[in-house]
Nanobody
């Protein structure tokens, strides 16, 4: 049971990048999934989540309006489209999910890193000119 985050790289300020999160050993479409990032010297923070219940999406204020999370049900992949990237978006990006049933909106718990059982290995996004 694994998650694989990919798509990171060097991007110029104002540029775009799309990250992918793929699962092996389970069907990702059945679970809510969160995206997280960790900048050097900072704590890992939840930045986005897509709910398996109804497809609702959630974003941290720092990325709202610039990042979009979506699912590709055919390929069982979750994407994070990142637009208008800023140097402060430089971080290692992770995807993660949990298999336990949450007592409420799953994304509320996921973005707080509660009961997350599977983490992708992370992909580095560097925003620099």
């Amino acid at each position: 049971v694994q998650l694989q985050a990919s798509g990171g790289g060097l991007v110029q300020p104002g540029g775009s990048r799309r990250l992918s999160c793929d699962a092996s050993g389970f069907t990702l479409d059945y679970y809510s999934l969160g995206w997280f990032r960790q900048a050097p010297g900072k704590e890992r923070e939840g930045i986005s989540c897509i709910s398996s219940d109804d497809g609702s999406t959630y974003y941290a204020d720092s990325v709202k309006g610039r990042f979009t999370v979506s699912r590709d049900n055919v390929n069982d992949t979750v994407y994070l489209q990142m637009n208008n990237l800023k140097p402060e978006d430089t971080a290692v990006y992770y995807c993660a999910t949990g298999f336990k049933e949450y007592s409420g909106n799953p994304c509320y718990f996921i973005m707080q890193k509660i009961n997350l059982e599977v983490w992708g290995q992370g992909t580095l996004v560097t925003v620099s000119s």
